[in-house]
């Protein structure tokens, strides 16, 4: 069973940063490709960013937000950057043990529980 335990939401000013952090445990973390999602109320779950060899982003955080992983610490990271109210969501680590990378929440295997970032105008 693969395990995934986000941390590193809270609240922050627009304009303000904060990084995510995605601890996996239970099976080979250097597999998978680590996506991040997000969920703002009312709203259908939606990419964010997502990586394997290759990083992979929205549009609409593109420039913003960073994706990485440790291998060597079993973890990913968002860093998000230039956070604007509209970023104010939970975010979601999901892990899909695949070859290509996905976009779409039902190709992800595996999900955390989610943290909440509020970003405040």
């Known amino acids: 069973q693969v395990q995934l335990v986000e941390s590193g939401g809270g609240l922050v000013q627009a304009g303000g940063s904060l990084r995510l952090s995605c601890a996996v445990s239970g099976r080979t973390f250097s597999s998978p490709v680590m996506g991040w999602f997000r969920q703002a109320p009312g709203k259908e779950r939606e990419f964010v960013a997502a990586?394997?060899?290759?990083?992979y982003y929205a549009d609409s955080v593109k420039g913003r937000f960073t994706i990485s992983r440790d291998n060597t610490k079993n973890t990913v990271y968002l860093q998000m950057s230039s956070l604007k109210p509209e970023d104010t969501a939970v975010y979601y680590c999901?892990?899909?043990?695949?070859?290509?990378?996905?976009?779409?929440?039902?190709?992800?295997?595996?999900w955390g529980q989610g943290t909440q970032v509020t970003v405040s105008s």
């Open positions: 990586i394997r060899r290759s990083t």
């Open positions: 999901a892990a899909r043990y695949s070859n290509s990378a996905a976009y779409i929440p039902s190709a992800y295997d595996y």
